[in-house]
């Protein structure tokens, strides 16, 4: 799966019809070397309905209070390549990429990390592993996390590719 197709509703003149029928590219950043991020749809506030107006919402990733992402990554198998480039590089393309990721994680991007956000994520292909602070967890194929905006890292222990899809939803943290 290179490419996702997202079909998009919405009313014309009363009728439910197809405001938009496109193809999504994967992003890549070279912090995460064979990393797909597959940015599906996004608001940010609460959404409205009834009309077909209205793009996804992508800036900044990781959405404030009330708003949302729907993304779907690929992870690559255990082993993957370092990043290669300056800290400066990396950062400067990440935030180009995927605006705003970085400035929201609390902790390292690559290890341990925690946002303000409340995630529901689901493994669809594969074996994940997620590590807390009291141990890590195996998740496979079907497989549901509520992530609310606990330190955690994701590692795939495979040979192959893993597929999650997440829903992001903005909040406040609590202190």
Do not use: K
Request: aromatic share 8%; hydrophobic share 40%; proline share 9%.
């Amino acid at each position: 799966m290179d490419r996702i197709r997202r079909v998009v509703t919405g009313l014309r003149e009363g009728r439910s019809v197809v405001v938009a029928d496109h193809l999504v590219d994967p992003v890549r950043v070279g912090l995460y070397p064979d990393t797909d991020f597959f940015l599906l749809w996004g608001f940010n506030g609460v959404p409205a309905v009834g009309s077909g107006d209205g793009g996804p919402e992508f800036a900044p990733y990781f959405p404030a209070p009330g708003g949302t992402r729907f993304v779907l990554l690929r992870w690559p198998a255990d082993g993957s390549p370092e990043p290669v480039g300056t800290a400066e590089e990396l950062t400067e393309e990440m935030e180009r990429r995927l605006p705003g990721a970085l400035g929201a994680i609390h902790g390292h991007p690559r290890g341990p990390h925690a946002t303000d956000t409340v995630d529901w994520c689901m493994v669809l292909d594969g074996d994940m592993l997620m590590a807390l602070d009291d141990g890590e967890v195996r998740l496979g194929a079907g497989d549901v996390v509520v992530q609310r905006g606990t330190l955690h890292s994701w590692r795939n222990p495979g040979r192959r590719p893993v597929l999650m899809l997440f829903a992001l939803i903005g909040a406040h943290r609590t202190r």
